[in-house]
């Protein structure tokens, strides 16, 4: 149902953003000359070629190639898969530097034989390294929802990168302007409640990527009296939340999302809880990736709330282990031996007829009906929360394993408390085989503990769980 949901705004958004630039491209329809084939045939792709040039090559105030980029942003979202493949490669391609003007200002400035001369010829090195096509993507930020065009003209982009060098560039070199204009000092922080727009509350069911909202009464469960909701939204982009948080005020540090998103469950007066739990920070524009929000977003809003609820003492997460499945097959492959203590090999083996630490832990775990089976899951549980705990505190490169991790490591956050069966989803079992984490944030220690992860890797975490990981 959310999914329906999702694919049914995303259209509506494109057909929004093809009618707002109607009537600016339909004057201008003699630059393509005709509807472009949605494949984009070479035919086609010689037309496209003409009108990027066009719109490149007009004055910084000239209307018309304001009409042409609108018209080429149209004729971009007409076309099919492949179609937007060969626009895309045609542009990072076709529209780069010119490397032969770069190496002759690297010679010219090399040449240089005094100073002002010098700067001078520093200045125009700097201006062929510009590629010709941010005049192009410049044009597009002038058009209504013209920045939202070029964040999902990102997005789009990222794919085709993975193969292309010249994309990849070009996304990178996008992303750099995209950041620009999306600084943190420039964005607005908004609570989302229930009496927010339809259309935002719409957006908040197709972008939630941690647990999925699975209907209009769980959406109004999350933003109740008792729960917060958080964006970042930006003057070019004011109805688009770029990134949001949830959060829960409850009692007590919460150990399961199930508990949390239970809709019969009494609401609480917020005057009461103790502790806030960030459960869901989801990244709501796809073309935005490498630009950071979510630690500026937690910061403020565990401000915020400490205003208004000075009765918080804890401010925590809940938070999902995304790579602990992964890391664990990848473990049992190569047949670890200290993968089980003693006491767990002679448990296990009551329920396994494999004799190998990795091949009893593989045989378990490899049964679909393990999590029904009380005896054997309450045998899993300690060796699977002790990995855990080896997983979320492993460091590698700089950084540990888990990307999640590293994200609240980043923050200022510390380990705090692995949850049996905190997410019992199907998502949840894949991923982490249910265990859930909670990430706790002390205001007076944030700032210490991120320049600890981050420059020397030094991983905080509670007593429970340094013991955990050492066993």
């Known amino acids: ?241 770029l990134i949001f948080v949830e959060v829960a005020l409850v009692n007590g540090m919460a150990p399961s999302v199930d508990q949390l998103l239970d809709e019969a469950a009494p609401e609480i007066d917020p005057e009461t809880a103790d502790t806030a739990i960030f459960y869901s920070i989801s990244n709501a524009q796809r073309g935005l990736v490498g630009i950071s929000f979510g630690n500026f977003l937690i910061k403020r809003v565990v401000e915020v709330l400490g205003r208004e609820f000075p009765n918080l003492k804890t401010f925590a997460t809940l938070s999902p282990i995304p790579g602990f499945s992964r890391w664990l097959d990848g473990i049992l492959t190569t047949g670890d031996a200290t993968l089980l203590t003693a006491a767990d090999r002679k448990q296990l083996r009551l329920y396994s007829e494999a004799t190998q630490n990795a091949m009893i832990l593989r045989d378990l775990l490899a049964r679909a009906d393990w999590r029904q089976d009380d005896a054997v899951a309450q045998t899993l549980r300690e060796p699977l929360t002790r990995l855990a705990a080896r997983y979320l505190t492993k460091g590698r490169s700089g950084r540990v394993l888990d990307p999640v991790g590293h994200f609240h490591l980043s923050n200022g956050a510390r380990v705090e408390r692995l949850n049996w069966m905190g997410d019992r989803s199907e998502l949840g079992l894949k991923r982490s085989y249910g265990l859930m984490i909670n990430y706790l944030y002390r205001p007076g220690e944030i700032e210490d503990n991120s320049a600890g992860y981050l420059g020397a890797c030094r991983v905080p975490q509670s007593a429970a769980i340094r013991t955990l990981a050492r066993e």
């Open 1 to 241: 149902m959310a999914d329906d949901r999702a694919l049914n705004f995303l259209d509506r958004t494109l057909d929004n953003l093809q009618r707002a630039w109607t009537e600016l491209a339909q004057t201008t329809r003699q630059y393509i000359g005709g509807q472009l084939r949605p494949d984009l045939p070479d035919e086609d792709l010689a037309r496209l070629r003409r009108q990027m040039e066009s719109c490149i090559g007009g004055q910084a105030n000239d209307i018309s190639a304001r009409a042409r980029a609108a018209e080429l942003g149209r004729a971009y979202m007409g076309l099919n898969q492949t179609g937007r493949m060969r626009f895309l490669v045609e542009l990072a391609t076709g529209f780069d530097i010119d490397r032969d003007t770069v190496d002759a200002a690297i010679e010219t400035v090399a040449a240089a034989d005094d100073e002002p001369a010098r700067r001078v010829a520093e200045s125009r090195l700097r201006q062929s390294l510009e590629p010709r096509w941010r005049a192009l993507l410049r044009r597009f930020t002038t058009l209504p929802e013209g920045v939202k065009f070029l964040v999902d003209l990102r997005a789009g982009m990222l794919p085709i990168a993975r193969d292309s060098v010249a994309v990849r560039a070009l996304s990178d070199d996008l992303r750099v302007m995209l950041a620009a204009w999306f600084d943190i000092g420039l964005l607005d922080m908004r609570r989302i409640d229930w009496t927010s727009p339809a259309a935002l509350l719409e957006k908040l069911i197709a972008y939630e990527s941690v647990h999925a909202i699975k209907s209009w009464d769980d959406l109004k469960n999350r933003l109740g009296i008792d729960r917060r909701c958080f964006g970042f939204f930006h003057l070019n982009m004011p109805d688009e939340p």
